[in-house]
C-alpha cells in the first residue's frame, strides 16, 4: 500500500504540515493542533505517502464514575479521495483499536449517519457491529462558526 501508519503524540505538530486536500474537513490551526497533541485523552492516527498526510482517524479516551475502565470515543475518520478505498481507512481505525487497547479501554464506539453507506462498510470491515437501536444526534452550535457557516 506505501503507507506508514503513525500515532501522533507532543512534539508531533511538524506531521501535520503536509497534510492533502479534503483529509480534514477544515484548515487546521497551529494552536488547536497543539492543544490536541498535548492532551493525552486525545488521540490522532496518521497515513502518510510519501510524505504527506493522506488520512487521519481521531479518538478521545475518557473515563466515567460508574465505569472500571475507560472507553474510546471515534470521533473523526477522513482519507483522502484518492486513497479512498485503498484500507487506509481500516488501517487507521485498527490503529487506534489497538491503542485503545493498550491504554486499558473496555469499549470503542463511533457513529456515522445512516445513509453514509462507505463509513458503515469502513467499520463494519474493521469488527463494530452496528447497534440496533436507532441513534438521533442533537448539536449545539455554543460559539459562532469561525468560518461563517450557518449553524445546522
Not at 496518521?46 to 472500571?68: E, L
Request: charged content about 25%; aromatic content about 6%; glycine content about 8%.
Amino acid at each position: 500500500m506505501g503507507i506508514e501508519i503513525k500515532l501522533l503524540k507532543k512534539g508531533d505538530e511538524a506531521v501535520l504540515a503536509n497534510v492533502a486536500s479534503d483529509v480534514f474537513d477544515d484548515p487546521l490551526d497551529a494552536r488547536a493542533t497543539e492543544l490536541f497533541l498535548a492532551d493525552v485523552r486525545h488521540h490522532i492516527v496518521v497515513a502518510i505517502a510519501d510524505g504527506r498526510v493522506v488520512g487521519f482517524a481521531s479518538a478521545v479516551d475518557y473515563v466515567h464514575p460508574d465505569k472500571p475502565h475507560p472507553d474510546l470515543w471515534i470521533n473523526e475518520v477522513g482519507v483522502s479521495p484518492e486513497w479512498q478505498g485503498k484500507g487506509v481507512g481500516a488501517a487507521l481505525v485498527k490503529a487506534l483499536l489497538a491503542h485503545a487497547r493498550r491504554l486499558g479501554c473496555a469499549e470503542a464506539w463511533v457513529t456515522t449517519e445512516a445513509s453514509n453507506a462507505p463509513a458503515r462498510q469502513l467499520y463494519a470491515s474493521t469488527g463494530g457491529k452496528e447497534a440496533p437501536e436507532q441513534v438521533v444526534m442533537f448539536t449545539y452550535r455554543l460559539l459562532p462558526d469561525p468560518l461563517g457557516r450557518e449553524a445546522e
